[in-house]
């Protein structure tokens, strides 16, 4: 039986101010009561200069920020971040470094992405991937396997209250850092801020997210320096393109033991019978009854 690996940040749906009770009725008629998501804006600030406001569930603004800052290529790799301050009743985080920064020219240039809480990407879409060529490693079919039955039976806001989008930072078959977000790019942007924070290298890490496997979603995932990206969700032509360009292996459809894998084929090693290991569960569930 796979076994859930601890991450090093896991959902917490039972957290205080992520979620709330909302009355209503059903299809019936019937009184209820259902857990919802909050939505909540967070203004982010780089040094003096605001850079947008971003609707989020409001856990872990700082990551959100240095994340969002790095891949929109605003906080570089080699600049050092002197404070991070959040300030929950002004809804706003500033980050501060080093070096007097001025993005009022990148600003004026904007893309309302595919996003499905309307993500923002400032000046030119592909800047930061001109020539980025992803380091070569190799993706074992198990480990796919094994990430998706752990991250499935994880407890999430997804599962608690649903409306909401997951991204996982793993290393081979163990999930690191859980993240959730109304919006998939805010989840990845918080990785992303995780990653810079601790000086985490992508090289031998593997992205995985909830939401459909777009432009955007691959963009991000090459700017963190990860070879594999890989969702439950399906394509858009651009995102393939994109994921071939750069050398980044997408794996798309995945669900239990079948997954599509549209670029980058050559770091998939098939070391697992999906056959045999379904047969092999059914087995142990009749053995347990």
């Excluded at 203004?43 to 240095?66: C, F, H, K, R, S």
């Excluded at 752990?150 to 608690?160: A, C, D, E, R, T």
Aim: aromatic fraction near 6%; include cysteine; glycine fraction near 8%.
């Amino acid at each position: 039986m796979i076994q859930a690996k601890p991450c090093l940040i896991a959902p917490n749906p039972q957290a205080k101010g992520l979620t709330r009770q909302v009355a209503g009725l059903d299809h019936l008629g019937a009184e209820i009561s259902l857990n919802v998501v909050e939505e909540r804006p967070l203004t982010i600030w780089l040094n003096g200069q605001e850079i947008v406001t971003a609707m989020t569930i409001g856990d872990y603004p700082e990551y959100l920020a240095q994340g969002f800052l790095s891949n929109q290529g605003m906080l570089t790799k080699d600049e050092i971040v002197e404070a991070v301050d959040f300030d929950a009743e002004l809804e706003t985080v500033v980050v501060r470094t080093n070096r007097p920064t001025n993005y009022e020219a990148k600003l004026k240039k904007k893309t309302r992405t595919s996003g499905c809480a309307v993500g923002t990407v400032f000046g030119d879409i592909m800047e930061g991937i001109e020539g980025l060529c992803l380091p070569p490693a190799l993706l074992r079919t198990s480990w796919l396997y094994s990430l998706s039955h752990q991250i499935n039976q994880m407890p999430s806001l997804y599962l608690s209250a649903g409306a909401i989008h997951g991204t996982v930072l793993c290393l081979r078959d163990a999930p690191l850092v859980y993240m959730e977000d109304v919006g998939r790019h805010n989840a990845v942007d918080k990785v992303a801020g995780w990653m810079r924070a601790t000086q985490t290298s992508g090289a031998d890490k593997i992205l995985y997210t909830t939401g459909r496997l777009t432009s955007e979603m691959v963009i991000k995932c090459a700017l963190m320096g990860i070879p594999v990206l890989a969702s439950r969700s399906g394509f858009t032509a651009w995102g393939v393109e994109l994921a071939r360009q750069v050398g980044l292996t997408l794996i798309g459809r995945m669900r239990g033991q079948r997954f599509q894998c549209l670029s980058g084929q050559e770091r998939l090693v098939f070391d697992a019978d999906p056959s045999s290991e379904e047969e092999d569960r059914k087995h142990r569930r009749k053995s347990a009854q």
